[in-house]
């Protein structure tokens, strides 16, 4: 039972913590766009260009005759 006087402040200040914390991200503005990121994730970026630029494909291939040459 003496367990219970130390318990019961603990859990009165973790749930005072927990709660200025969601304040102070209320306030500070984490809650507001959310839908932004999760749109997002699904739109594809087609601007990305999956091939190499050229002249690192005439680099390449430079090295390997130079190799094969030898």
Known sequence: ???LYLLIPISLALVAIIAL???WAVR???FEDMEGPAH???M???SVNPMP??????KNTKAE????AK
Do not use: H, Y
């Open 21 to 23: 914390a969601f304040l």
């Open 1 to 3: 039972m003496d367990i």
């Open 44 to 46: 594809d970026d087609d």
């Open 28 to 30: 500070s503005g984490q």
């Open 65 to 68: 005759t130079n190799v094969k």
């Open 53 to 58: 630029e050229p002249s690192d494909q005439n």
């Open 40 to 42: 997002r994730i699904l």
